[in-house]
């Protein structure tokens, strides 16, 4: 095992490990981009293809990363570049923090809109017919200060948990939030699913339909699974720099992976159950979350108002809760990084990559409409880290990764790391190889040349 870093922080508690890693994938790739993705790909069957690219593809990812962390014990640059001694796959390591920096930025403008989503609830905005919804939403993404004011807001409150450290920060926080979020997800679910019709939404989500089943819906039920379990962003590999000897990394994986699946098909419950309900399309793609559902949520309820504005008001608070853990995990990537490249405090740290991804967000923000010269090749600058990142950097490091570890790593390392220095059976040891050296590599290329057009 490589040397640990003087000081090292570490997870507390198991519960620790696993709440605040699932809060790393349990994002708005879950509740917003899942249940949308779902509606576009025929419902039951996506989700059916989905949770076997979870299996197959998302945990063999996932437990080669936390390979990578846990022998590092260091940010993810120094963990690959420790493990590839000093040869040119440590690059690897370097464009997972870039990534994850990248990502950062535009990732907390969205952030920003769910806050100013529950303040508009709060304040009885969020009214109206669904003209006026679209007409709300799309003021608001091209206004040039109240995007920019809650991105700020909400990188502050990341800053806040971050210098707190891992044990004081992110970890108690995960435990704070990620129960809060189940609670809201199940008292959201069971109002949705109590609608009249409601049964609908159920049928489409649990009843597939396999004469939907096309390369297309594969190939979307691939990606789905890599964007939402945060793989290829550093946030994996960083968090498992500071787990212990004894976390099982396969068991671990796995927690995290049911926890994701069990997030996002409740989040179809939450959606679509209403959205059948009030006759709303479950393809609105993604527009769902800001345009389609306060509408929808008002409608359906519009027996009782307090009712519809009570569960509008959970929904966005839901919507953040789920942005801020993702946002936690991928402020962490840099900030260890920086703390420990530039043998800098936490704190300073902290602040420098709040300080940058606050640019970038605000940047990105008024891309958006508020200012006509960001915008690149008939793109906003916001569609084009989306872009480069999610397109580019995501799928060419999860690659990289599986090739790295499957193909150049002493045996011996990854074969330790996986049963814990031998004191686990590592009964699939030999299962997991094989998908790390063959399968994962030739899904994630399929999906990386899919989403550039090259292949249909």
């Not at 669904?130 to 807001?153: C, H, M, Q, R, S």
Request: charged share 10%.
């Amino acid at each position: 095992m490589a040397k640990n870093v003087s000081n090292r922080a570490s997870f507390g508690s198991k519960l620790g490990v696993i709440l605040a890693t699932a809060g790393s994938a349990v994002g708005l790739g879950n509740v917003w981009r899942f249940p949308y993705m779902t509606g576009e790909n025929g419902g039951a069957i996506f989700i059916m293809i989905y949770v076997v690219c979870v299996v197959l593809l998302g945990i063999p990812c996932m437990i080669s990363e936390f390979i990578v962390g846990r022998h590092g014990q260091s940010n993810t640059a120094r963990s690959f570049r420790l493990l590839a001694g000093g040869k040119p796959w440590a690059v690897i390591g370097y464009m997972g923090v870039l990534t994850g920096f990248l990502i950062t930025g535009y990732y907390a403008v969205v952030s920003g809109w769910c806050l100013q989503y529950v303040w508009a609830s709060l304040i009885g905005h969020l009214h109206g017919d669904p003209e006026y919804f679209k007409t709300y939403f799309n003021e608001l993404a091209g206004d040039p200060i109240k995007p920019v004011l809650w991105t700020v807001v909400i990188l502050l409150i990341t800053y806040l948990i971050i210098e707190h450290g891992v044990r004081n920060g992110i970890e108690r926080a995960s435990k704070l939030m990620m129960p809060t979020l189940f609670v809201l997800l199940l008292i959201i679910v069971a109002a949705s699913c109590m609608l009249p019709n409601a049964y609908k939404g159920i049928e489409f989500l649990f009843k597939p339909d396999f004469s939907k089943i096309t390369s297309d819906v594969f190939l979307s039920a691939l990606g789905q699974s890599f964007y939402s379990m945060s793989i290829a962003m550093g946030c994996l590999c960083t968090y498992a720099s500071y787990f212990s000897r004894q976390t099982d990394l396969t068991k671990a994986a796995g927690q995290i992976a049911v926890i994701d699946c069990l997030v996002a098909i409740l989040a179809g419950l939450m959606i679509f159950p209403a959205a059948f309900s009030v006759g709303v399309s479950p393809d609105s793609g993604p527009s769902l979350i800001f345009i389609t559902l306060p509408n929808v949520f008002q409608q359906a309820f519009g027996f009782m108002p307090i009712v519809g504005y009570i569960i509008s008001l959970l929904f966005f608070l839901l919507l953040s809760l789920a942005a801020l853990t993702s946002l936690m995990s991928l402020h962490e990537v840099s900030t260890a990084f920086f703390q420990e490249e530039l043998h800098t405090t936490r704190k300073r740290a902290a602040m420098l990559v709040t300080i940058t991804a606050a640019v970038i967000g605000a940047i990105c923000s008024l891309s958006l409409g508020a200012v006509d010269g960001f915008v690149l090749f008939g793109k906003s600058l916001f569609d084009w880290f989306d872009f480069i990142t999610g397109q580019l950097f995501l799928p060419i490091v999860g690659f990289l990764t599986c090739i790295f570890i499957g193909w150049f790593v002493d045996r011996k390392i990854v074969r330790d790391q996986y049963t814990n220095w031998g004191t686990l059976q590592g009964r699939y040891f030999h299962l997991y190889l094989f998908l790390v050296k063959y399968i994962c590599p030739l899904a994630i290329l399929t999906i990386f040349l899919h989403q550039l057009g090259w292949l249909k």
